[in-house]
């Protein structure tokens, strides 16, 4: 599984994102998680306290008319092994870099080389991509088989929804829509027909997820039974996961 991650900051993709990661790698699959997002999230949500700064700097070089590149070609999957972080459950984390202060083009390079050129067999890669639409719009999906556009029933969220729905529209990957935070009376199915794209699953609202998250708890660990955690551990099912 190939799945990217996108929505309006504070939609729940990173709870949803990790939680995936989580879920596959329980079937004892290898997964690599790819934290894109400048904000912090999807280490927390995965149960790790603190993700990895960032892919090394020196690995890549600006070069006159082509920009930053990798000075010579690695394997992704050396650089996984290298500089990815343990999740719980056997999870390979590996973090873009975090706001204020880690973040430059050079590991953004390398990053992006993992992200693009990462094809080892048998893996399946989790991407919690940045909050609202300018960066899905530079490529950090393409890597995705299925990019799962992340919404809540607020107009805000509903808006970002429909700008990337139209950025993603060109991508060689089936779009599908998440309705997070879901409460009696929304129209899901409404939501998603406004979208253009079908409706994946829904996700509710859920007081356990909030409250373990406010304890920087992963809440797959601390609420596993909540009704959030068991519907994002139902879309596996329908994103193709499921044996």
């Given at each position: 599984?190939?799945?990217?991650f996108a929505g309006k900051g504070g939609a729940g993709k990173s709870?949803?994102?990790?939680?995936?990661?989580?879920?596959?790698?329980?079937?004892?699959?290898?997964v690599l998680a790819l934290d894109v997002d400048t904000m912090p999230g999807m280490a927390l949500s995965l149960g790790v306290d603190a993700g990895p700064d960032g892919l090394p700097e020196e690995l890549a070089e600006e070069r006159p008319g082509v920009g930053w590149v990798m000075r010579e070609a690695i394997p992704a999957i050396d650089l996984v092994h290298r500089y990815s972080v343990a999740a719980p459950?056997?999870?390979?984390?590996?973090?873009?870099g975090k706001m204020p202060g880690h973040m430059n083009p050079g590991s953004s390079a390398v990053f992006r080389h993992v992200v693009l050129t990462f094809d080892e067999p048998g893996w399946s890669m989790?991407?919690?991509l940045p909050a609202g639409v300018r960066q899905p719009s530079f490529g950090w999906a393409d890597f995705a088989d299925v990019v799962v556009i992340v919404v809540e029933p607020t107009e805000k969220s509903q808006l970002t929804a429909r700008r990337l729905a139209g950025i993603v529209a060109d991508r060689d990957a089936r779009v599908v829509v998440v309705i997070s935070k879901w409460r009696p009376g929304d129209d899901a199915d409404a939501i998603a027909a406004s979208l253009g794209r079908p409706l994946l699953g829904v996700v509710p609202y859920d007081d356990?997820?909030?409250?373990?998250?406010?304890?920087?708890?992963?809440?797959l660990d601390a609420?596993?039974?909540?009704?959030?955690?068991?519907?994002?551990?139902?879309?596996?099912?329908?994103?193709?996961?499921?044996?």
């Open positions: 599984m190939r799945v990217a709870f949803i994102s990790a939680t995936v990661a989580r879920s596959l790698a329980r079937r004892s699959d290898p459950d056997g999870v390979r984390l590996l973090t873009l989790v991407a919690d356990e997820v909030r409250a373990a998250e406010a304890a920087r708890r992963a809440p609420a596993p039974n909540a009704s959030a955690v068991r519907a994002v551990q139902g879309l596996l099912a329908a994103l193709g996961g499921e044996r």
